[in-house]
Structure formats: structure tokens, C-alpha cells
């Protein structure tokens, strides 16, 4: 996928990725019924718009703390240097290990910042205690979250209702 918007997805397509957004796990007959379409056109539409990666896969949401994950926190990871091999090297170390959620290459405070999940305070130390040890780090500042007033995913889908 390019970084400009695609100009083939029209209207339809848009209440389309809404409503699979809302709920991936809907039968294409309802998919179908709330975008005005029959389920043939619609699940060809669909399946267009997973060819072209619009739709990149789909997901359970689950509850962390439900599964035993009680924190959730932050990094903000500043390197020695911004040299490619480094970069990479850090960001393949990190995508290995199952606490880090997301994992972004930013401007401005930092070189990396990731969102982690702990299963106690222990934990969550001991992951700190492996970053700040990592190669080429040179600082971390962790922020632990509180409280989560709205964790959407996705992103909205302009020109729908939704």
C-alpha cells in the first residue's frame, strides 16, 4: 500500500471497513445487510480490500488483567546513536520479546517508545532492568499507566456514520 489514500475505495467500501472494525467477527450476510449490499458484492469487496492490504488481518481484543497482565506501561528509549544497524538491531531485539505490544520509532524525546505489559511490579522492573542493560541504550523513562480512559483500535474511517 502506498502512503496516499486510495482513490478506489468509495463510499461503500468505507461502511465496510467501519463495520468490520466495530466487528470483525460478523457474518458477511450481516455485513452485507447493514451496507445496503446483497452478500455476493460484498464479500467481494471484502476480499478486495484484504488483496490490497486495506484490511490487514483480524483480532481478538483481550483483557489483560483478565489473563493475568495487571500493568501496562510505557517506554520512552533514547539510543547512543541513530545509525541504521543500531536501530534495526534494536527494534528486532524488542519485536522478540512478548511484553512489548508496539513498538515505535518516534521524533522528539526519544528514539523508541513501546507499550509494555507486566505481570506485577517485579516484572515490570525486571523488563526496565533489561532495556536500560540493552546495547546501545542510552536512557529509558518508563511511565506506568493508571487508568485507560479509551483504547480504540484502528483508525476512523472518514465519510461514514460510524
Partial sequence: MTDQPDPDIDDVDRQILAELQADGRMTNVELARRVGLSAPPCLRRVRRLEEQGVIRGYHA???PQVLGWEITFFALVGLETQKQAVLQAFEAMVCDWPEVRECHMIR????????LVARDTAHENALTSRLTGAA???????LQTIRTAKDDSGVPVEGTAA
Wanted: net charge negative.
Fill in 108 to 115: 522528539g524525546g526519544g528514539d523508541f517508545m513501546l507499550r
Fill in 61 to 63: 481484543d483481550l483483557d
Fill in 136 to 142: 546501545n541504550v542510552l536512557r529509558v523513562q518508563t
